[in-house]
């Protein structure tokens, strides 16, 4: 229901609508602290052993097993997505709008479908979480959550498929040296990063890797 709302939007709005339906949603969960825990969230929550027989024990590496096959799962998906005919579509729609209603292409149920996809892709996401480390806050609602995940898509290549493989391990890096060296105003140095990044790197990280690959490609 939230898609077809927010949808009837574009650009900057769009982007200020799907924060502002998160904020939403983290009031509604702080209020129904009867059923969400509120502040303190839902804790001790026991998961079953996968297949029955792996315990979930992180310190086991089931967990981290199951993580990563839950992640190639999704992966495998959305690549079959991205190289179907309603793939092609999406990228359409990206690059020309205008052109995409001209041919006769159902635009604003493709976009709805898309959007479909990807809140599903983050409610698989949130699950693995709260399987994982047994404990399910409202920070996962956060407008700072949400900034972080838009940082790590930007980062490796906004559009790319391959873009959060890259974006999200160096951006935990970033974060992780930056706050290391300048505890109080690392994200300061998160948002120079960004803006060095934006200005100077074309594609983000990815496009450079891809224009490496191909001038070194040229000169061979």
Not at 33 to 47: E, I
Not at 134 to 159: K, N, Q, T, Y
Not at 183 to 200: D, E, K
Request: glycine letters at 14%; hydrophobic letters at 55%; a positive charge.
């Amino acid at each position: 229901m939230s898609g077809a709302l927010i949808l009837r939007t574009s650009g900057l709005t769009l982007l200020m609508q799907t924060l502002v339906v998160a904020a939403l949603f983290y009031e509604i969960a702080n209020k129904a602290g009867h059923w969400t825990g509120g502040g303190d969230g839902l804790q001790g929550m026991t998961v079953w052993p996968v297949f029955g027989l792996f315990r979930f024990d992180l310190f086991g590496k089931t967990a981290y097993l199951y993580s990563l096959g839950v992640l190639f799962v999704c992966w495998l998906i959305m690549r079959t997505v991205v190289h179907s005919a309603f793939g092609r579509s999406l990228m359409g729609i990206r690059e020309n709008l205008a052109r995409m209603h001209a041919i006769g292409t159902p635009v604003e149920r493709r976009k709805l479908m898309a959007y479909v996809l990807s809140s599903t892709l983050a409610g698989i996401s949130g699950a693995v979480i709260a399987q994982t480390t047994s404990f399910v806050g409202l920070g996962v609602l956060s407008l700072e959550r949400s900034g972080s995940i838009l940082i790590m898509l930007i980062i490796g290549g906004v559009g790319q498929l391959y873009g959060a493989f890259i974006g999200v391990p160096l951006y935990m890096i970033a974060q992780d040296r930056f706050a290391t060296i300048d505890p109080v105003f690392w994200y300061f140095w998160i948002g120079l990063f960004m803006v060095l990044l934006v200005v100077f790197a074309r594609g983000r990280i990815l496009g450079i890797l891809a224009r490496l690959t191909g001038r070194s490609g040229g000169a061979s």
